[in-house]
Every structure is written in structure tokens, then in C-alpha cells.
């Protein structure tokens, strides 16, 4: 192993059903249910889905949800953007962290 | 910087052939051949059902130059429809009820013989499909051809891959996106895409890559969205296309290292329901030298009516036609895969 990421890895992301494949069945019901047309579209999903994926860092994920975007419909124009939401949120979520900071400073300090 | 794009033929490379092409597509890549995968599913061998599109290709000529390009169309392209092949053409079709005569090209406007060809199938009470690329409405010669289409009440088709000025642009080239909204606007301004006028405009989307073509109803709704909203543009119905892996699209597929992750994008998305509904079925293809086809790819790999059909319009024999055996090969699989793929979009 060269590598601990592989993109031919994503094409067997169906082994981790092997040995028990109860639970890999209940796992891609549910995610099979979730990405299907609901009160979102499918496209909207699948652009949330690749914001998440590059707020969790996962190669295959992004891989899988931009193909995945640009077959729903969406352009790189609106992926960017959804990119930008999922930057935007954890930048927030550091900088409002900051308050707490603020406030445990502000109980010690004189 | 311009983004400059000439014919495959302009170029003399190997993949301007069809057979090359053909000799590519069916050597060996890792996935079944078509004819084993739709034997599978119980469809083999394709046969028509009953021709209810009589599609005329008259010729390569185009003014512009796209990337994905399946005719290899261009301005070097010299291949024209003679009138005396239009001609056959329309003795051919008088002699069928075929409801609708869906001409293609190049920019099949450019040919002499297309508003012949419009105003003979009017003539003859057919529904006519202009298969239109919007920039060719703003040439100075074709100021009147706008106008012409309304009044013949004849179907534009017309290719926009995307709202997005950069994709349009990337794919068909520079500048091409403003030309195409000036020429939706104008046939707007004409009536067509509007309610109520009988002036029917439908839009293409192509996807801007090596992924398959989003769903056709969803999409619709976001192009009418985002056109009207930005452009003012309206329009009736959008298709949503498979590129095929071939010519232009074949050659960008190799240089870009996308060759085989696509063809088995395509296979693994086989779908028998789409297979069964492909439009070579129901369509007759007629190429600009009078030559006889299952479908415009099927003509631009050079792969000609087989199985006992007539090869040629001179010889146009309905009976012989309605039920003829398809000829099938691995490029195929781009009809096949998703929701399926034709020149009136999605299919399953």
C-alpha cells in the first residue's frame, strides 16, 4: 500500500457490507432513502452533500458528490458556492468559539 | 484566451474515421460488448417498431465548432445535401404517413435546399423539426430565417448546454452563450416558447463533461428558472442528452484520461427500459449523400442500414424498413444508459 487513499477504493466501499451484511443493508436503505426526491430535490441534496463532504474532509465523498452535482444538474458555479457555505460555517464555528474564549478570559483576568 | 477548435477532419487525425472510431469503441475494454449486455436483457437483436421520425441530415456545414461535436461539423466542412438527394427525400416521405420530418445537420439552415426541404414536408402536412444552434438566426445572410421557421410553424430544437455563460462557452465556444440569448429572444419576440402561439421552442442540454445528463424534468424547471430570471428567455420544453463517445466527444474523452471511466459510467448505468425505447426504433436516418441509417451516430461512424434493409433513399422501401434489424455496436450504450438518451431526450 502506497497510499492510504485509493480512488479505485470508492468502487469498493461495498465490502464493508461482507461478514455482516445485515447491518451494510439497513445503511444503504437508509441512504438510498435520503438522497431519493423529498421535500428536496435531489439535486439540492446532492450539493449539501458535497458541502458536508468537504467539511468532513473525505476524498471519496467529494469525488462521488461532484459527479454526482454536475449529473443533477448543478454547475461548477453553484458547487463552488456550496463549498463556500461549508467554509463559511466552520470559519463561524471557530470564530464564534471565540466568545467563549472571551468569556473565560473576562472570569480570570482582572 | 480564445478557445479555438477545428474539425477533427481540418486536422487529419485518425479519429476523423468512423471506422477508427468504430475500431476503438469495439476492441477489447473491460466491459461486455452491447450486444451481449442487451442480450441479457432480452432485446436482441434490436429491431424498428415503426418509423414515425423521418430524420434528414443534410450536411456537415456548420458556423460553429463545439467541443462534443458527434458530426464533426464545421466552416471546413464541404459535405451538402443536392437538391436532387432533397428531392428523393420527399418522394420518399410522400409515399408514408410519417408524421414528423426532424432535420439535422452541421447547421442544417445553411444548406440551399432546407427551406425547400422545410416548406415540401409543410406541404405534404408533416410536422417539421428544425435542429437549430441559435447562432446561425444572427448570421447577416439568415436575417430572415427567424421569421421563415414561424411561418412555416416549424419546431425549433435548439442546443444550450447551460445557463451558465463560462459552460455554454466551454463547450460551444467563445462568445457563443450572448449570441444564443440574443437568438432565444429574438424568436421570442416572434412567438416562439410562448404559450398559446403554436410556435414551438425546445431546448438541448448536453452535459459540460464526461458525466451523464441530469434528470430531464428537474432540470427543465431550473433552466426556466434561471433563464427567465436572468435573460428574460422563455422557452417550452428542455431535453436532456447523453454525449455519445464518439468523434469530437471520443477525442476529448482520450485526451482528458476520461475514456474508460465513462464507458463503464455508461454501462454500469445500463437501463433494459431505455434500451427497449431507443429512437433508432422508431427513426429513420437519411445522410446528406442519400444513404440510409438506423441513426445520426450510427451515420457519423459510418455504419449504414444492414441486415437486408436498403442502403440507399433511391431505393426506399417502407415494408422493408418499419422492422428492420438495428444495427448496434458499443457506442450504443450512450442511448442505453440512465433515463436513456434520443433526440427528443430522455427516454424511460
Known amino acids: 500500500m502506497d497510499t492510504y487513499y485509493h480512488p479505485k477504493d470508492l468502487g469498493h466501499f461495498a465490502d464493508m457490507g461482507k461478514g455482516i451484511p445485515a447491518l451494510w443493508e439497513k445503511f444503504m436503505a437508509y441512504y438510498g432513502a435520503v438522497f431519493a426526491e423529498g421535500a428536496l430535490t435531489e439535486r439540492e441534496k446532492a450539493l449539501i452533500a458535497l458541502a458536508v463532504a468537504h467539511t468532513v474532509q473525505c476524498p471519496y465523498c467529494i469525488d462521488a458528490y461532484t459527479q454526482a452535482s454536475l449529473e443533477k444538474g448543478s454547475n461548477l458555479e453553484e458547487m463552488t458556492e456550496a463549498v463556500h457555505v461549508a467554509c463559511a460555517i466552520r470559519g463561524g464555528a471557530s470564530l464564534v468559539h471565540g466568545v467563549q474564549m472571551r468569556n473565560v478570559a473576562g472570569k480570570i483576568s482582572m | ?348
Open chain 2, 1 to 348: 484566451m480564445p478557445l479555438l477548435i477545428r474539425s477533427l477532419n481540418q486536422r487529419g487525425v485518425p479519429l476523423a474515421s468512423g471506422k477508427e472510431q468504430v475500431r476503438l469503441l469495439e476492441s477489447p475494454n473491460g466491459f461486455p460488448r452491447f450486444e451481449e449486455t442487451i442480450a441479457g436483457a432480452g432485446l436482441h437483436p434490436l429491431t424498428g417498431d415503426h418509423i414515425t421520425v423521418f430524420q434528414i441530415n443534410v450536411g456537415k456545414l456548420c458556423n460553429q465548432t463545439c467541443r462534443h461535436c458527434h458530426v464533426d461539423a464545421g466552416p471546413d466542412r464541404e459535405e451538402s445535401m443536392s437538391r436532387e438527394t432533397a428531392e428523393l427525400c420527399m418522394a420518399a416521405l410522400a409515399r408514408t404517413g410519417i408524421p414528423t420530418v426532424d432535420i439535422t445537420g452541421g447547421a442544417p439552415e445553411l444548406n440551399p435546399g432546407f427551406r425547400w426541404l422545410v416548406e415540401e414536408s409543410r406541404r405534404l402536412g408533416r410536422r417539421v423539426i428544425d435542429r437549430c444552434n441559435l447562432s446561425v438566426l444572427l448570421i447577416p445572410s439568415q436575417a430572415d430565417l427567424a421569421a421563415f421557421l414561424a411561418r412555416h410553424e416549424v419546431e425549433i430544437i435548439a442546443s444550450l448546454p447551460s445557463f451558465s455563460a463560462a459552460q455554454t462557452d466551454a463547450q460551444r465556444g467563445d462568445g457563443v452563450f450572448g449570441k444564443s440569448i440574443e437568438a432565444l429572444r429574438l424568436l421570442n419576440a416572434l412567438g416562439y416558447g410562448r404559450e398559446g402561439s403554436g410556435l414551438t421552442l425546445s431546448l438541448i442540454t448536453n452535459p459540460v463533461g464526461a458525466f451523464l445528463p441530469p434528470s430531464q424534468k428537474s432540470q427543465e424547471a431550473h433552466f426556466k428558472s434561471r433563464l427567465a430570471r436572468e435573460h428574460g428567455v422563455v422557452f417550452n420544453h428542455l431535453y436532456t442528452i447523453t454525449n455519445m463517445p464518439i468523434s469530437r466527444f471520443l477525442e476529448f474523452l482520450i485526451e482528458s484520461g476520461n475514456y474508460e471511466a465513462y464507458m463503464h459510467r455508461l454501462v454500469a448505468a445500463f437501463n433494459p427500459e431505455a434500451a427497449a425505447g431507443v429512437m433508432c426504433r422508431y427513426t429513420l436516418s437519411v445522410g446528406w449523400d442519400g444513404s440510409l441509417y438506423d441513426c445520426d451516430f450510427n451515420q457519423m461512424l459510418d455504419l449504414p442500414l444492414d441486415h437486408g434493409a436498403p442502403g440507399h433513399i433511391r431505393d426506399f422501401d417502407p415494408d422493408r424498413l418499419h422492422r428492420r434489424r438495428i444495427v448496434t455496436g458499443n457506442h450504443c450504450y450512450g442511448c442505453a444508459a440512465g433515463s436513456g438518451s434520443s433526440c427528443g431526450g430522455t427516454i424511460a
